[in-house]
């Protein structure tokens, strides 16, 4: 088994993490997510067209904090770099297990997901504090 880095004890039975991302003019852009930490890793599912995929493309440099649902911190934030992760089946792998975290409510965000007629491919955010 892969040990933790200490900044990922943070982060141990929380559901909601604040992702900061930056704005070209650098200014911090926080947005609350689902996640998923493993192996020394939090994982994150989005679609390649939410602004925090464009700004992580222009810069890997994060922020990341255990936040509430809305997005209030519980704790200060951890600096970390974040890639983004297309292959097909690495994505498929962890998104199903992003949302099995989340048990019935990740059920129905699966299902909405489904039938929108948005045409982004789904992406995962790996996030290396």
Not at 75 to 100: F, M, Q, S
């Amino acid at each position: 088994m892969t040990e933790m880095p200490a900044t990922l004890s943070h982060f141990d039975g929380e559901k909601v993490i604040s992702l900061e991302t930056y704005r070209r003019n650098g200014e911090p852009v926080r947005t609350p997510v689902w996640f998923l930490k493993e192996d020394g890793l939090l994982y994150v599912h989005t679609d390649d067209g939410t602004g925090k995929v464009k700004r992580i493309m222009r810069n890997p440099k994060v922020r990341i904090a255990p936040s509430h649902f809305r997005g209030k911190p519980k704790a200060d934030y951890v600096d970390g770099r974040a890639e983004l992760e297309t292959d097909p089946e690495t994505v498929k792998k962890y998104r199903l297990r992003i949302y099995k975290r989340y048990g019935l409510q990740g059920t129905f965000a699966k299902l909405s997901q489904r039938f929108s007629r948005s045409k982004a491919k789904d992406i995962i955010i790996i996030i290396q504090p």
